[in-house]
């Protein structure tokens, strides 16, 4: 993985379309985080965004998050780097993250 804003397209096997977040999971307290992802809303396909290893996270909303918010805008993805290298980034139209992780995988449900 790396710090090309477009690699999630090419790791999906996609051309660049409009990304969606629906939701994010937690497990084993925190290691595991699991995004739920809607990629091309016009044509929706599901696809999960898995980090495990997780050590860090920092997270920064950017604006008041409503209950109306079903779903967030994805701007950029970018991977970052597995081992602990660089964090992976993802920012929405509502919240910056970053996450610190020992392996990525992408699991395309179509």
């Known amino acids: 993985m790396n710090n ?3 690699e ?15 939701s994010i999971d937690l497990g084993l ?3 595991t985080w699991i995004l739920r992802c809607i990629y091309d809303p016009d044509n929706p396909k ?8 997780c050590t860090k996270y920092v997270w920064e ?4 998050i409503l209950v109306t918010d079903v779903v967030a805008d994805v701007i950029d993805i970018l991977l970052g780097e597995k081992h ?3 964090p992976a980034i993802i920012a929405t139209n509502l ?7 020992n392996e990525c995988s992408v699991i395309k449900k179509w």
Do not use: C, Q
């Open 4 to 6: 090309n804003g477009l």
């Open 8 to 22: 999630i397209f090419t790791v999906l096997g996609v051309s660049p379309r409009g990304l969606l977040l629906s």
């Open 29 to 31: 307290w925190g290691a």
């Open 46 to 53: 599901e696809f999960e965004l898995v980090f495990h290893g």
């Open 61 to 64: 909303d950017k604006s008041n």
């Open 84 to 86: 602990h290298g660089s």
């Open 95 to 101: 919240f910056l993250m970053e996450i610190t992780y």
